[in-house]
């Protein structure tokens, strides 16, 4: 079953949630486990050895991509949508007025306070596993309470995944609910998630679906065992022996973890999917954002030069997208913003507190376009509401790579469509430098019936020349390998935000 997860989650990729990839790895550690152990006592002991530190890694990674000086900007950070949608899922404007003084204060601090718990929740972990666990669980359940960026998935897989770090504590409190249904410790835990589950019912207008339930099961189990101070069985963070097969596991899972949570972006060889999420982090191309580290270096590398296979994956420099009519794009672009899909309230915040409030879901957009119902069923419903609009209005900058991937998929799905590109220089570094730039030449690309027409358009009318062979729009899709890794996040080009990501995820 493990094996087979690994494999159907793989296979997915990068199609799925961040998360997805955490369960994946954490997945293969049990099975590396599991194969060189010589009985299932051993297998689990080396697991939770190696799981641990994994999981505190990767926990630490989502915190540490937030270091961006766009996430810390009022106006485009992920941090102030973030707070504004929970505090309009909880409060009426009446409650709490949008040109308020303490919303004023509430969304200056908010980067700080999503920082901050982030980096809480795994130092704590670490180092006091039995309070961590309830700090964990209040931090997922605040992600829960999100009307519009309701993360169930991701709380839920986390929460499962607590007991890591108490092995045995889940099953003493099942145990003791067995022995005395009514005992102390699960009153006082029901009623302390209680408290979440009408919060959660009201943001949510009185709806549960099967992972928010799930996650509120777990959170009791945990409470109750943390209320009664359940011992749980000796299971050592430290194996009997250090052999060659145990400092395997752990070297395996660590290595993981650094190279899914660190070098992938750093790379760029992974950008959806990535432990990336809600960072505002421009990861190739751009003057990098950052704090402490670069990123894209695959992309400056092989922009013009190297290896066929690697020039082949990276090279090609950057595009800007000036204009379109496709389905195709716009779904990958301007159909994945669903900044007036807010609550009307946390746009009044927004506005009312100096941040741009555009908000990008190219995770839903990319991973639901094939399946309207299953997007239909979630707390995202931007697709469905914009599938039928085709003409973009945003300017965006990608990859020469993911023009063609996208490219790729337009021209298995459309009969007729067109676009509009520019190839920017290599001295050109920042978003408005991008968004500024006046190109000689635009690339036209016109598929009629199935037909690509390429012309290279000058600034006079008359000055219409066919495309080289070698133009982006005319090569064949990107490798597969590369494919089933990455998904570059554009980066819309919008005045107002300087040279800022906005909040994307």
């Not at 000796?234 to 973890?257: E, G, M």
């Not at 030449?441 to 600034?459: L, M, N, P, Q, Y």
């Not at 982006?472 to 990501?501: C, E, I, K």
């Amino acid at each position: 079953l493990h094996i087979v997860n690994v494999i159907s989650l793989g296979f997915w990729m990068p199609s799925v949630w961040d998360h997805c990839v955490w369960i994946m790895l954490i997945e293969s550690v049990f099975v590396i486990a599991a194969f060189i152990s010589k009985d299932k006592a051993l297998a689990m002991q080396r697991f939770l050895w190696a799981v641990r530190p994994m999981l505190i890694t990767l926990y630490f990674s989502a915190a540490f991509w937030k270091l961006t000086t766009s996430f810390l900007d009022q106006r485009t950070s992920c941090a102030n949508t973030l707070v504004a949608e929970l505090a309009a899922g909880l409060f009426t404007p009446e409650q709490l007025p949008a040109d308020s003084q303490f919303v004023k204060y509430l969304m200056l601090s908010a980067p700080a306070q999503i920082i901050f718990i982030e980096f809480l929740v795994p130092i704590v972990l670490w180092l006091c596993p039995r309070q961590g666990i309830p700090i964990a669980l209040a931090f997922h359940g605040t992600i829960n309470l999100m009307p519009v960026t309701y993360a169930g998935g991701f709380s839920i897989s986390m929460c499962s995944r607590l007991f890591f770090f108490e092995p045995g504590t889940l099953v003493a409190a099942l145990r003791a609910i067995a022995k005395k249904p009514m005992n102390s410790s699960l009153i006082a835990s029901v009623g302390t998630v209680s408290i979440f589950i009408a919060l959660f019912l009201k943001s949510h207008q009185g709806k549960i679906d099967a992972s928010g339930f799930a996650f509120f099961v777990f959170s009791i189990l945990y409470c109750q065992s943390s209320y009664a101070n359940y011992k749980s069985p000796k299971l050592s963070y430290t194996p009997p022996k250090l052999n060659w097969a145990t400092r395997l596991v752990w070297f395996y899972a660590f290595a993981l973890a650094i190279i899914y949570g660190y070098l992938a972006p750093i790379f760029s060889f992974m950008s959806m999917a990535a432990s990336t999420m809600y960072g505002n982090l421009i990861q190739w191309g751009g003057k990098p954002n950052h704090l402490l580290v670069p990123t894209g270096f695959l992309h400056d590398w092989y922009r013009d030069q190297g290896p066929d296979w690697l020039l082949d994956a990276f090279g090609g420099g950057f595009i800007r997208i000036d204009a379109y009519n496709s389905t195709e794009f716009y779904s990958q672009l301007d159909g994945a913003d669903i900044s007036d899909d807010q609550p009307e309230h946390a746009r009044a915040i927004l506005a009312a507190t100096g941040s741009s409030g555009k908000y990008y879901e190219f995770y839903a957009s990319r991973n639901y376009y094939d399946r309207k119902e299953d997007h239909a069923a979630t707390a995202l419903t931007a697709f469905d509401n914009k599938n039928s609009v085709a003409a973009g209005t945003t300017k965006f900058v990608f990859p020469a790579y993911e023009l063609r991937r996208v490219l790729y998929l337009a021209r298995n799905r459309e009969t007729d469509f067109s676009i509009q590109y520019i190839h920017l220089p290599e001295h050109l570094h920042t978003l408005t430098q991008w968004r500024d730039f006046q190109a000689p030449r635009t690339i036209s690309f016109i598929v009629k019936d199935g037909i690509a027409i390429c012309e290279s358009v000058g600034t006079t009318s008359d000055d219409i020349l066919p495309c080289d062979h070698g133009e982006t729009a005319l090569l064949p899709p990107p490798p597969q390998w590369l494919r089933s890794l990455y998904h570059p996040y554009p980066l819309p080009l919008l005045d107002g935000v300087g040279d800022n990501f906005v909040c994307t995820t």
